[in-house]
């Protein structure tokens, strides 16, 4: 999958050619950035992996992704954001496949997801998510049906 964070598209990939693309999908609120922290509402870039596909409450379906990654973990841990025990956990949940910690400085519960009972016409005008990649509900719905856990997601 691909996130084009300049043309608000995600378009899922199939031998480096585009299959199906989402237009008109929602970002951070506070933009895009490679050096996300807690509650600053950015979008991260980079490389990422699907952690999980489910139904939720508050926004319809949630495809979540490993976020941070260990380019984000380095970068962080380099400029003293983040401890050592943190900086292993996160390449050692990479290695491992699983779900990096989601409780560091460079925070987490990043995903992609869907409007849920929000205001489609604020999610036509504008970026308003904490940090995810927002896509209205049928979107959503059709997206979990080409993807699977493990799936590579770019981010750029």
């Avoid at 976020?67 to 025990?85: L, M, T």
């Avoid at 779900?99 to 995903?111: A, C, K, V």
């Avoid at 869907?114 to 489609?120: A, E, K, T």
Wanted: aromatic share 8%.
């Amino acid at each position: 999958m691909l996130i084009d964070t300049q043309t608000h598209a995600l378009s899922v990939m199939h031998d480096q050619e585009p299959v199906w693309t989402f237009n008109a999908i929602a970002l951070g609120r506070g933009g895009v950035t490679p050096s996300k922290v807690t509650r600053d509402h950015k979008t991260p870039l980079g490389e990422f992996r699907i952690t999980e596909v489910r139904k939720s409450d508050r926004f319809h379906i949630f495809i979540g992704l490993s976020y941070p990654n260990p380019v984000h973990a380095k970068a962080a841990h380099e400029a003293g954001q983040i401890s050592d025990d943190e900086f292993w956990a996160v390449q050692y949940a990479t290695f491992q496949g699983i779900l990096p910690p989601q409780n560091t400085r460079l925070g987490g519960h990043i995903g992609i997801h869907g409007v849920g009972r929000g205001d489609l016409r604020i999610h036509q005008q504008f970026d308003w998510t904490q940090g995810c990649i927002a896509l209205t509900n049928e979107q959503i719905e059709q997206l979990q049906n080409l993807v699977r856990v493990g799936d590579r997601v770019v981010i750029q």
